[in-house]
């Protein structure tokens, strides 16, 4: 079956493709970061104990309380490229998301457990004994959600597996025929571990220069969990590039150069963040880690259009211009960064005030 007859006809879009993917790639990242962070602290206070048993129940108090606040922005901050995707990419993610239908309903039901979880472990007394498996259920949930939602883009990406759905058509759609899919799952779950050790680093560095002193083996530990995930993410990043197609790296086209640049580039900038890192200085490696996490999130979009290429570009999509909504949706949304700002900020304040 020719894949092509299975796209169904795209919506026109008000404003034109550049605006809407600028914050597409933008709040993508903005997600990203919030994920990375709500991942890797709980993967890190879910694990750390296994090997540093009690003597880590400080540092897990610290996460504990945290925890659900960056669920809460990681969800709420997923919906804004939710809708982005959605307008550019629709034909493709509506379609993925009905061929993994049970699956992608489940989320909310999984979600709504894992913040559950992860409350009762900020609310428990013996984090060391009962909490522990309050905080594997959060980890282990949102660890499952991460592998839908690497599911759900590799078979938004490949229309040629669609035609599954005629074979089975429970809603029950994995795309393990994706070679690309494991290795890309685990070099973002590895980011997540890598990202939140440096998180941990950056918390307790920034409360020392307030004046706490309770911070300095934790920055350590955080150091330590971002060096050690980051080298062993270069191994998954190897994986998922040579289980990618040929044409995501072909020198002959455009996408082609671009992806080898910003590959090279994210190489490029991780190295100083783990050398920083490395050094205690976690300023500079917070810098360098963030340029890294952006350039591997532009790195996605270009090779989101090498997978669509045979079936889509984006300038293709029927454009017919009304720019008010979209200025007013702007207006909207950096009063939202504002004032989550603001909110972010008094939170802090009262927590150092308590
Ligand atoms: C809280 C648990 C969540 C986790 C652990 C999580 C994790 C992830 C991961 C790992 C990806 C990358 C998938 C890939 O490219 O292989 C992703 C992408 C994405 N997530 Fe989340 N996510 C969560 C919640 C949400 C929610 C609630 C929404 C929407 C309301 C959302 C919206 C998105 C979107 C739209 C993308 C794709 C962005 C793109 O392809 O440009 N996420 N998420």
Known sequence: MDPVSLIPTPDAIPVHWFWLHLLLTVTTFLHF?????????????????????????????????????SIAFTINL?????????????????????LMGV?????VGILIVSYYAAYV????????????????????????????????????QMPEVWSNYFSDRTGWLLNFSDPALLPRYLHFIASAVAMGGLAIALYFEIRKRRGAADGEEWIKLGCK???VATIINFGFGFWFLGALPEAAYDPGTLAGKIFFILIVG????????????????????????????????????????TYLKPYF???????????????????????????????LKTVWNAKEVA
């Open 33 to 69: 970061l919030a994920m990375n962070i709500m991942l890797g602290t709980g993967f890190i206070a879910f694990a750390a104990p296994f090997w540093r048993g009690d003597d880590v129940m400080p540092l897990n108090t610290h996460i504990a309380k945290t925890l659900p606040y």
């Open 78 to 98: 997923g919906v804004a490229p939710l809708l982005f995707l959605q307008v550019l990419y629709g034909q493709f993610f509506y379609t993925s998301s009905i």
């Open 103 to 107: 699956y992608w309903l489940s989320i």
């Open 121 to 156: 472990y900020r609310l428990v007394d013996d984090r060391g004994g009962m909490g522990r498996l309050y905080i594997s259920a959060a980890v282990l949930l949102l660890l499952a959600v991460s592998l839908l939602f690497s599911n759900n883009v590799s078979i938004m």
């Open 225 to 227: 969990w971002f060096t």
């Open 266 to 305: 994210s190489v490029a900038t991780i190295i100083p963040s783990v050398a920083y890192a490395q050094t205690g200085r976690i300023i500079p490696a917070t810098v360098w880690a963030l340029i890294t996490v952006l350039l591997m999130t532009l790195s996605r979009d270009i090779l989101r259009l």
């Open 313 to 343: 570009s984006l300038p293709d999509l029927p454009y017919i211009p009304q720019y008010s909504p979209f200025i007013l949706f702007l207006l909207a949304f950096l009063g939202g960064i504002y004032l989550v700002g603001w909110m």
